[in-house]
């Protein structure tokens, strides 16, 4: 699931949304690399974009994106659950955002999965926004 956060900076309230997202299959050819050795790369970016553009298992970027992919600020493992965040600053991204995804690199490279916002955000100079992926291994 992703869960994103806005937080307005000047009435100190927060919006939090909670999304499904979708693991698609170059984002599984990955991990089987990972785990047979092939490639020592691992997801640590987190990319937005404006798309609204329905999920797809054959999805490999954003369709629209907005800026570019951030650093992800913290990755974190409680047993079979990796955590990823990314945090933007009110100059970031701004825009009206429809889609993210989880990659390996700052730009090409594989996504691991990617998610469509149901309803539109908007991310503009008055908010930061914190994008949270919970990816469960089963």
């Not at 570019?68 to 009206?96: M, P």
């Amino acid at each position: 699931s992703v869960r994103v956060t806005l937080h307005n900076i000047i009435t100190g309230e927060d919006e939090v949304h909670i999304f499904k997202n979708l693991v698609v299959t170059m984002g599984l050819n990955a991990v089987a690399n990972l785990i047979m050795g092939g490639t020592t790369t691992s997801f640590n970016y987190i990319g937005v974009g404006s798309s609204t553009q329905a999920l797809a298992l054959s999805d490999t970027d954003l369709i629209t994106p907005i800026g570019s992919r951030k650093l992800c600020s913290s990755r974190t493992r409680a047993q079979n659950i990796a955590t990823f965040s990314a945090f933007y600053t009110t100059t970031d991204n701004n825009g009206t955002w429809g889609e993210a995804i989880l990659a390996d690199a700052t730009s090409g490279g594989n996504i691991l999965a990617r998610v469509l916002f149901t309803y539109a955000l908007t991310k503009d100079t008055s908010k930061t926004a914190t994008i949270e992926w919970a990816v469960i291994i089963l």
